[in-house]
């Protein structure tokens, strides 16, 4: 019987996510028997980079780390691990952004902080658009800004996100790299306003085929991410469903995610996962 894992999930140490401690979280992930849980806090933003973003102070200071504060979410995770591990198995991770831009301070981070991890995944939030670069998954309005009026296509902008993709994957982060990919379909966020018929075009479907290829021969796994489930314009999980299908296929190794920014948030849509990859 394969063990009840959640291998990504946030605490209160994000500035986007709920002020709930994360102890919640993992109390939560107890009561729904899980035996395996991963808090993997974002990785610092640079200053430099945010402070190049086309956005307001609000969502740049969402962006951050509380207290800008990385050490205090380590020490925490490490009294948390030991209090509970007679409970649950408690992993320490990251979840690590691509910018390439940025690739020497990543390396630095990882260097840093990387012995401390058990854990970690690899996301791409943000790729380049008008006034530079934009992420993926703010809101609609700010991807049709952002993003559309500048690849002038939903399929283009889906093909940058993916080459992205494709591009961390290959980049060299040093020994500490995430070994698991995040949300591989993030730029489907939107898909209900953009793209309602969930059309995959030709171009797309070889990029992702080919992302997965890569996968494949490189021993990554995937992040089967719920929270799209629960999106407004998504509603589906990430990767989409023909992803996992494929992936399967394949044999690529696939890891159940909440992405919980609360923990209410923890283990769900754990179902879907299960009818998806497991059944």
């Known amino acids: 019987m394969t063990m009840k894992r959640d291998g990504h999930s946030h605490s209160h140490f994000c500035m986007h996510a709920s002020d709930v401690e994360v102890e919640a979280y993992i109390a939560r992930a107890i009561e729904l028997g899980f035996e395996m849980y991963t808090v993997s806090e974002h990785l610092p933003y640079p200053d430099e980079f945010l402070n190049s973003l086309a956005y307001p102070q609000d969502i740049l200071d969402s962006l951050k780390i509380r207290d800008d504060d990385y050490d205090s979410y380590i020490r925490e995770m490490q009294r948390l691990k030991n209090k509970y591990k007679d409970r649950i198995q408690l992993l320490i991770g ?6 390439d831009e940025y690739l020497p301070y990543t390396r630095y981070l990882l260097k840093e902080y990387g012995p401390y991890f058990d854990d970690s995944l690899l996301s791409v939030h943000f790729i380049r658009g008008r006034r530079g670069w934009r992420a993926v998954d703010q809101d ?16 283009k902008v889906q093909l940058a996100y993916y ?25 489907n966020k ?10 995959v075009g ?16 490189k021993g990554y796994s995937l992040d089967v991410n719920a929270a799209g489930l629960f999106k407004e314009y998504c509603q589906e999980i990430y990767p989409a469903p023909w992803i996992i299908q494929a992936a399967r296929g394949m044999g690529i190794p696939m890891v159940y995610g909440s992405d919980a920014h609360d923990a209410k948030h923890v283990g769900r849509g754990y179902e879907v996962y299960e009818l998806l990859v497991e059944k």
């Not at 990251?94 to 910018?99: F, G, P, R, S, T």
């Open 140 to 155: 609609p309005d700010d991807f049709e800004d952002g993003l559309l009026r500048y690849y002038a296509s939903y399929e």
């Open 202 to 217: 030709d171009e797309v479907k070889a990029a992702v085929m080919n992302i997965l290829e890569y996968i494949r021969k």
């Open 190 to 199: 939107f898909q209900c306003r953009f793209n309602p018929d969930r059309r």
């Open 94 to 99: 990251a979840e690590v952004d691509y910018i």
């Open 163 to 187: 080459r992205t993709v494709k591009e961390a994957l290959k980049a060299d982060l040093g020994i500490y790299k995430p070994k698991r990919i995040s949300h591989l379909s993030l730029c």
